[in-house]
């Protein structure tokens, strides 16, 4: 695998992107089913050329999938995982509609490096729940400040609703037997994947660097939906809720 992702050429990131898809879908099945809505929601609310944030974008899942439904939207990329951006940089070499840029998203000062002070959109999908709740709160009233009036926020996550645990647990359990069942047949989970970069050429050393960065992760404590509408509404939004979910996840649109 690490040898037919890199050629003399460097590496095949068409390659890299299909095998993050696949590793990615392992845990959200319906992974493309949300993505299909949030573009659907940027299309009602923003219309067809929006210049997006792509907030956490890792290897631009978003931005790819806006630009193939929107040829004339563009795409600001925020992340700070140094592996990932590799792999973003090298999809959208030589399109101007795409920018990315490095930030820490726990930095006050994060948004100073983005090409644009205001967006239509900012979008982010899987990646919030790495923030604990303070912070997440925090980063919300930046993100307010970055959507111009009439413009949108969402957020595609895992979101848990602490008052259902019996529902909570079921879905768990049935989830993670898919899961399994999904592994026996051959599926890469995170940590596959992640050696699978070590081994690379050219991901190598952003992979190192990256695992200096954020060690191994743990996740932060994963509100509800209805703690996410609400804050977003104290942080200067009109309107929030969920506009899709899952028995386990859910598309939080926010409308300013
Ligand atoms: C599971 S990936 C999802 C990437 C992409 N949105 C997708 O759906 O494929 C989570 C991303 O969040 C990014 N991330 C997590 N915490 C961050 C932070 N504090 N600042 C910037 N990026 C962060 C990680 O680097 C990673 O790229």
């Known amino acids: 695998m690490a040898d037919a992702t890199t050629t003399d050429a460097g590496a095949d990131w068409a390659a890299w992107q299909e095998s993050w898809d696949r590793q990615q879908e392992w845990y959200m099945p319906d992974r493309e089913e949300r993505f299909r809505i949030m573009l659907d929601m940027v299309e009602a609310l923003v219309g067809t050329a929006p210049r997006v944030l792509d907030l956490a974008c890792g290897t631009g899942s978003i931005t790819a999938r806006l630009l193939a439904r929107f040829p004339d939207a563009v795409s600001t990329g925020v992340d700070l995982d140094p ?58 009233g930046q993100v307010a400040g970055l959507v111009r009036d009439g413009g949108v926020f969402m957020n595609a996550d895992h979101m848990i609703d602490d008052s259902t645990p019996r529902i909570n647990a079921a879905e768990r359990a049935l989830r993670h037997r898919h899961m399994d069942q999904a592994k026996a047949a051959g599926a890469l989970d995170w940590a596959e994947w992640w050696q699978l970069a070590a081994q690379d050429p050219v991901l190598a050393g952003p992979t190192a660097r990256r695992f200096e960065i954020y060690g191994e992760h743990s996740d932060g404590d994963m509100p509800s939906a209805a703690w996410h509408a609400h804050t977003l509404r104290e942080k200067g939004f009109g309107e929030a809720r969920a506009v899709w979910c899952s028995p386990s996840d859910t598309l939080l649109l926010a409308l300013k």
């Open 83 to 140: 592996a990932l951006l590799a792999i973003a940089e090298g999809t959208f070499a030589g399109d101007d509609r795409v920018s990315f840029v490095t930030a820490d998203l726990k930095d006050p000062r994060w948004a100073a490096g983005l090409p644009y002070d205001s967006y239509d959109a900012v979008l982010t999908a899987t990646a919030l729940h790495w923030l604990h709740s303070e912070p997440l709160a925090v980063l919300y």
